[in-house]
């Protein structure tokens, strides 16, 4: 029922965005991390309105993001290293809240990212090691209570919560995510999780390292 679906999101794209994205020096290497975000966009657009504002806030993130990398510091917004090192230098990160003309900064928006990832990786997860009968809303859920909802406030949790009673089964799920390769279908899952979580453990240790894990 659902054509689009399969023509647009590529779970191979996608893991492929987020692998890449890390440096063998063990950087992280922005474009590539916006492409897999890029991929995620796709992904939602086609769940339908009632993702709709989880999407176009996604959207507005990204655009930062890409703000940043196409404006007159280019080449600091190469890498999360490079983009901490920059805001920080030039007092950039906005430990405090910014003065409302001042754009939000990468370090900021990039967080709000890095803690989504947590939910698609927990979410990813429990999809990937899920039994038959298991609703992909709750497991939705769930990971969203544990990666989330701490930073979000009631209002949103409100929003967000009435998205997820409309997610597609466990079942559709998976067959937009691995259309051919049902027999395997767990395993891509899986490796796919293994690449994000390699990604979001790296980027915490940047923030950790940096006292930035709570940017305003
Ligand atoms: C498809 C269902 C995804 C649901 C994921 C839960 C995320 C809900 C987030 C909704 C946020 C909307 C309202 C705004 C929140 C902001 O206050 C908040 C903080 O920003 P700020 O500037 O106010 O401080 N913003 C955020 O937290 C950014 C959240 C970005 C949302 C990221 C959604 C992650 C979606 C992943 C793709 C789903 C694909 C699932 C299957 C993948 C198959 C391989």
Do not use: I, M, N, Y
């Given at each position: 029922p659902l054509p689009l679906w399969g023509e647009e999101f590529d779970i191979r794209q996608l893991r492929r965005a987020f692998s890449t994205s890390?440096?063998?020096?063990?950087e992280i290497l922005l474009r590539e991390y916006l492409h897999g975000w890029r991929q995620l966009l796709k992904f939602m657009e086609a769940l339908?309105?009632?993702f709709g504002l989880i999407s176009r806030e996604t959207e507005s993130k990204i655009s930062i993001m890409e703000q940043h990398q196409e404006g007159p510091h280019s080449l600091h917004y190469h890498t999360v290293q490079s983009m901490v090192k920059f805001e920080l230098a030039s007092g950039l990160?906005?430990?405090q809240s910014l003065p409302a003309?001042?754009?939000?900064?990468g370090c900021r928006t990039l967080l709000r990212l890095h803690r989504a990832l947590k939910w698609l990786e927990l979410f990813l997860h429990k999809l990937g090691t899920?039994?038959?009968?298991?609703k992909s809303s709750r497991m939705c859920a769930e990971a969203y209570r544990v990666a989330l909802a701490p930073y979000h406030s009631w209002w949103v949790q409100q929003a967000v919560a009435l998205a997820f009673l409309a997610m597609p089964s466990r079942q559709e799920l998976y067959h937009i995510i691995v259309r051919g390769e049902k027999p395997a279908a767990g395993a891509i899952v899986l490796t796919t999780v293994e690449s994000l979580s390699r990604v979001y453990n790296v980027t915490q240790e940047v923030y950790s390292a940096h006292g930035m894990l709570e940017l305003p």
């Open positions: 890390l440096s063998p020096r063990g339908g309105t009632a990160v906005g430990f003309h001042q754009p939000p900064s899920s039994q038959k009968d298991e």
